[in-house]
């Protein structure tokens, strides 16, 4: 089992930039891949990023050009670089590793 912290989410205008950050513990979290998917409300939780344990990535056609997925194998961490943010990208994030997910992180587009 592979416990997931995220942290990073907070409240921006349109346009802005956030941050976040997914922390893993687990000695075998690098032959995982990872995945970050959001909830807004209302809505069903949706596919935002994935990075394999290659580093090949995919994004979710909303977010191709604005959001960049990373990961630091020694660190035990995978970062989720959100920019030229807009309000549609509200929601409640979590990242997700071998079914195991976090308890999320706010992420506010707001004027």
């Known amino acids: 089992q592979v416990q997931l912290v995220e942290s990073g989410g907070g409240s921006v205008q349109p346009g802005g930039s956030l941050r976040l950050s997914c922390a893993a513990s687990?000695?075998?979290?690098?032959?995982?891949?990872v995945g970050w998917y959001r909830q807004a409300p209302g809505k069903q939780r949706e596919l935002v990023a994935t990075?394999?344990?290659?580093?090949?990535?995919n994004y979710a056609d909303s977010v191709k050009g604005r959001f960049t997925i990373s990961r630091d194998n020694a660190k035990k961490t995978v970062n989720l670089q959100m920019n030229s943010l807009k309000t549609e990208d509200t929601a409640v994030y979590y990242c997700?590793?071998?079914?195991?997910w976090g308890q999320g992180t706010q992420g506010t587009v707001s004027s």
């Open positions: 990075i394999a344990s290659s580093g090949n990535t």
């Open positions: 687990g000695s075998i979290f690098s032959i995982y891949g």
């Open positions: 997700t590793v071998a079914a195991d």
